[in-house]
């Protein structure tokens, strides 16, 4: 029985079967979530690093 899955990027049912790229349908689809992602992932640092910083400064004046 042929397993079908939803293609999360373009949502086009593609095989789950001899697909090399599942749940994409294409190497394309997997290339363009990969690439959100890692957008993402490249966004959170920066914000952590701002907000490490404010949080030092005030741990810093409650010592003081
Ligand atoms: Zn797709």
Not at 5 to 10: I, L, R, S, W
Not at 23 to 49: H, M, N
Request: glycine share 4%; aromatic share 6%; hydrophobic share 20%.
């Amino acid at each position: 029985m042929p397993l079908h899955v939803k293609c999360p990027t373009c949502r086009k049912e593609c095989s789950w079967d001899n697909n090399p790229h599942r749940p994409f349908c294409s190497d394309r689809c997997q290339l363009i979530d990969l690439g959100a992602w890692t957008e993402e992932r490249y966004r959170i640092p920066g914000r952590k690093v701002e907000t490490q910083l404010g949080e030092d400064e005030e741990d810093e004046r409650e010592d003081r």
